[in-house]
């Protein structure tokens, strides 16, 4: 069993920054895919960014060039830097563990409201 826990959500002004943590209790292996995902109200849950245990990364076109996702397999833990943070990027984020394509599980953290608003 896997428990993930998000911190670091916030209010934020249009081109601020915050980072986002995801602390993982339980066996993340490198067979992992970690990443974050958002929902805005209204809105299905989508990819912000991912990376696998070898530290290969994918974004989102709305963030790429603006947020950075890293990992710290020694430490099981995840973290999304945002940047130039936009209002469209107001959302419940979402740290993500994904064993499947190994048959390993699937596990979600609780998420952590970020709200860009002046």
């Known amino acids: 069993q896997v428990l993930l826990v998000e911190s670091g959500g916030g209010l934020v002004q249009p081109g601020g920054s915050l980072r986002l943590d995801c602390a993982a209790s339980g066996s993340i292996s490198l067979a992992y895919t970690m990443g974050w995902y958002r929902q805005a109200p209204g809105k299905p849950r989508e990819l912000v960014a991912n990376?696998?245990?070898?530290?290969?990364?994918n974004y989102a076109d709305a963030v790429k060039g603006r947020f950075t996702v890293s990992r710290d397999n020694a430490k099981n833990t995840l973290s999304l830097q945002m940047n130039d943070l936009k209002p469209e990027d107001t959302a419940v984020y979402y740290c993500n563990a994904d064993g499947r394509r190994v048959s390993l599980g699937l596990y979600w953290g609780q998420g952590t409201q970020v709200t860009v608003s002046s």
């Open positions: 990376v696998r245990g070898g530290g290969y990364t």
